[in-house]
Structures are given as C-alpha cells and as structure tokens.
C-alpha cells in the first residue's frame, strides 16, 4: 500500500511563501501520479495541484495558479506544493494525494485519486 505523510505547514503572513513536502513509502513514486488537495473551515475539500508521473503534466487549480509550483523529487520520494503570494483564502488543511491513474487533462478538478495523507494545516493571516 502507499503511505503519505505531509510537513512544512504553519502560519504565515499574506503575501509570505510557503513550502509543503509529502514523503510517500510503499511504491516507487515515478510510477505515480501525485497532487495536492485542500479543506477549508466548513468547506469541502478542493483540488489544488497535480503532477502526472507520465508525460509529466502539471495542473492548477485557477484559484493558485502563477502562484504555486507542484514538484517532486523521485528519487527520494518526495512531492513538494511551493506556495508564494499567500492569501488569507489559501488557509486549509492541505491534503497530499498519489494515483496510478493520472487526472484528465481536460478535467483535473474531477481526479479522485486513492491514496491521501492525513494533511497539514496551513494558515495565511492579513
């Protein structure tokens, strides 16, 4: 099975950065398609990000799009969300998400990948 365990969250000021890594065990991650996910406060939770591991893709959610960066790093097996232009309406639960089956590029906002973290919870203040 593949295991994900999210860090690097915390509280940050608007318009401050912010580095999310996910480490996953279990499976070679290059073999995976690998994203991020978010929950606000009462909210369902969102998509944000995703890395397809073939062609390699990256997708956005309009909402971070310029703003944040999805990598990963294979072979460590590592995925990164680096976040920059923190807004006030960024502050969620970040969720760190992996799949066999990458996301549709014409519907990236409809994966529903398999496995998930337990999430890092990420705070942006005015």
């Known amino acids: 099975q593949v295991h994900l365990v999210e860090s690097g969250g915390g509280l940050v000021q608007a318009g401050g950065s912010l580095r999310l890594s996910c480490e996953v065990s279990g499976r070679t991650l290059s073999e995976y398609a690998v994203g991020w996910f978010r929950q606000a406060p009462g909210k369902e939770r969102d998509f944000v990000a995703a890395d397809s591991w073939s062609p390699g893709n990256t997708y956005y959610a309009g909402s971070v799009k310029g703003r944040f960066t999805i990598s990963r790093d294979n072979a460590k097996n590592m995925v990164f969300l680096q976040m920059k232009s923190l807004k006030p309406e960024d502050t969620a639960v970040y969720y760190c998400?992996?799949?066999?089956?990458?996301?549709?590029?014409?519907?990236?906002?409809?994966?529903?990948?398999?496995?998930w973290g337990q999430g890092t919870q990420v705070t942006v203040s005015s």
């Open positions: 998400v992996a799949d066999r089956s990458p996301p549709l590029e014409e519907g990236v906002a409809d994966w529903v990948p398999r496995f």
